[in-house]
């Protein structure tokens, strides 16, 4: 009985093995100012100021305020462009963080699927600080073969443009 058991898990082992999906995915960046933590905290501290330091962003419509479980609606490109819907999953005021996720996005906007993320800032030496903003996602296909626009690479292409461009803003706001 044991010997079959034996064979049949070694026999379903490459099907087991070709069924694997999507691997979650990462992108981490960060960016040096030269300005006090304290004065690029005040910048991004509030969850809906992203529509003031985020160069994709026209517009955030939210509720709640830093209050964990507020929620954001952005509005990206223009006026009527299309939205991406956040929640507020973490604030810390004195830790200068936050922590949210996308509860709502379509992939042809941002090619991505359960999406969170982390927003922080660090006092450096010499009155400069550090902005780091890291994020954990899957693509925005779910299965094997996902097209080019809906792959892991389109998926880690768009969040890191979409970091590297609210922090150079932020770094061109705070160093004013």
């Not at 040096?32 to 933590?37: G, H, K, L, S």
């Not at 299965?143 to 892991?152: A, H, I, K, Q, R």
Request: proline letters at 6%; aromatic letters at 8%; glycine letters at 8%.
């Amino acid at each position: 009985m044991q010997r079959l058991i034996l064979c049949a898990l070694i026999a379903l082992t490459p099907t087991l093995a070709d069924a694997h999906g999507p691997s979650r995915q990462k992108v981490t960046e960060s960016i040096r100012v030269t300005a006090p933590a304290a004065k690029v905290w005040a910048i991004i501290r509030d969850f809906c100021a992203i529509s003031t330091w985020h160069p994709a962003i026209v517009k955030c419509e939210g509720s709640d305020g830093n209050e964990p479980g507020a929620t954001r609606v952005l509005t990206l490109g223009e006026e009527n462009g299309p939205t991406i819907t956040e929640e507020l999953m973490a604030w810390d005021d004195a830790g200068m963080t936050y922590k949210y996720k996308i509860t709502d996005v379509d992939v042809k906007v941002l090619p991505v699927t359960t999406y969170s993320a982390f927003l922080s800032v660090k006092d450096g030496d010499g009155g400069t600080s550090t902005v780091e903003w890291r994020g954990g996602f899957y693509r925005g296909y779910p299965n094997n073969d996902p097209p080019p626009e809906l792959s892991d690479a389109a998926a880690v292409t768009a969040v890191t443009g979409v970091y590297t461009a609210g922090l150079a803003r932020i770094k061109e706001l705070a160093e004013q």
